[in-house]
């Protein structure tokens, strides 16, 4: 039981690229989370999804898109990166309300974009 | 708009003494979660702590223990017989009843004196 995974841990992209941020759990959890923390900040959500080929935008959706076509898998796409979404990404799934909706999270990503 | 504050960007305690850090929200629900999370710094985040807004007693996992004060939207957490290993950013978690949205706070620097 692997929990959270993230792919990749690290990554520099320049001005304008694109790349998408993996993330599977194996935990059969219906919700899953995208955040980022910014350097001294608490985490903001970008994105969430209540099950398969349900999303949902957070309170920092701009600049990313995400999909969730099977209940394990919850991309991030990062599209025309900008020096702004420099941070380290952290995915999340967590349990139905009887487990009190705990949260697990994965090991994050630290993205420059320079 | 709901929002979480942690008034104390940085704590010291001395090994084996006790700490509190604080955390205070706003909301108009009376049915939510309430969470601690702590991020050393291999930046894995962890649940220390839940409490169930409609439970009045507070909760308590060993050494950790809160103190929820529903009236005054307060949510302390308290360490007892601080660890070396306790030294971490500690964040207070809110999540929206009825919806699957958390808020954090922007977090408490523990550091454990030896």
């Known amino acids: 039981n692997a929990g959270v995974t993230q792919t990749p841990k690290f990554r520099i992209l320049k001005i304008g690229q694109s790349m998408t941020l993996q993330c599977t759990q194996d935990m059969n959890h219906n919700y899953m989370y995208w955040y980022r923390q910014d350097p001294g900040m608490g985490l903001k959500l970008i994105y969430y999804?209540?099950?398969?080929?349900?999303?949902d935008k957070g309170e920092v959706p701009n600049g990313y898109n995400v999909s969730r076509s099977t209940t394990e898998d919850f991309p991030l796409r990062l599209e025309l990166a900008a020096p702004s979404q420099t941070s380290v990404y952290f995915c999340a799934s967590s349990h139905r309300r009887d487990r009190g909706f705990e949260q697990y999270f994965g090991p994050g990503t630290r993205l420059t974009v320079t | 708009a709901q929002t979480v504050t942690q008034s104390q960007p940085e704590m010291s305690v001395q090994e084996a003494e006790t700490v509190t850090l604080s955390c205070t929200y706003d909301?108009?629900?009376?049915?939510?979660?309430l969470f601690w999370y702590k991020q050393p710094p291999s930046r894995q985040m962890i649940l220390v702590i839940r409490q169930e807004a409609y439970k009045q007693q507070n909760a308590t996992e060993n050494r950790f223990s809160v103190n929820f004060q529903k009236a005054a939207k307060s949510f302390s957490l308290k360490i007892s017989d601080s660890q070396l290993g306790d030294a971490a950013m500690y964040f207070c978690?809110?999540?929206?009843?009825?919806?699957?949205?958390?808020?954090f706070g922007t977090g408490t620097r523990l550091k454990v004196l030896a």
């Open positions: 999804s209540v099950g398969a080929g349900i999303t």
């Open positions: 978690a809110y999540k929206f009843a009825g919806t699957y949205k958390y808020i």
């Open positions: 909301t108009s629900e009376s049915d939510y979660y």
